[in-house]
Nanobody
């Protein structure tokens, strides 16, 4: 069974930083090793739809960001350790949300379509106080 487990969330003051991590484990994704699939971070504000935050290609060579986090967040991955990370700097109160790690089946060319990510973590709370 596929598992994605997030860690690193918590409470931080506005302007501060947090780093989220996601550990991937379990069976391979449709006969593909975890290292060959696209992954991403999403978030959900209370009462709102889940929104895409950032995505990274399977080798980590290309990263993509939502406009709201561009220049402040950095997505990265370590395929040797099957981990995905999200470094969040200059946090704002608007970043307060539950953050989810997600994995696709193979490669992606469209990153912000939720249905393209069949695998999800349980989510982790990030709270930014103003």
């Amino acid at each position: 069974q596929v598992q994605l487990v997030e860690s690193g969330g918590g409470l931080v003051q506005a302007g501060g930083s947090l780093k989220l991590s996601c550990a991937a484990s379990g069976r391979t994704f449709s006969n593909s090793a975890i290292s060959t699939i696209a992954m991403g971070w999403w978030r959900q504000h209370p009462g709102k739809e889940r929104e895409w935050v950032a995505g990274i290609t399977w080798r980590g060579r290309n990263q993509y960001y939502a406009d709201s986090v561009k220049g402040r967040f950095t997505i990265s991955r370590d395929n040797a350790k099957n981990t995905l990370s999200l470094q969040m700097n200059n946090l704002k109160s608007a970043d307060t949300a539950i953050y989810y790690c997600a994995a696709a089946e193979g490669h992606l060319t469209v990153w912000n379509e939720r249905s393209y990510y069949p695998y999800w973590g349980q989510g982790i709370q990030v709270t930014v106080s103003s």
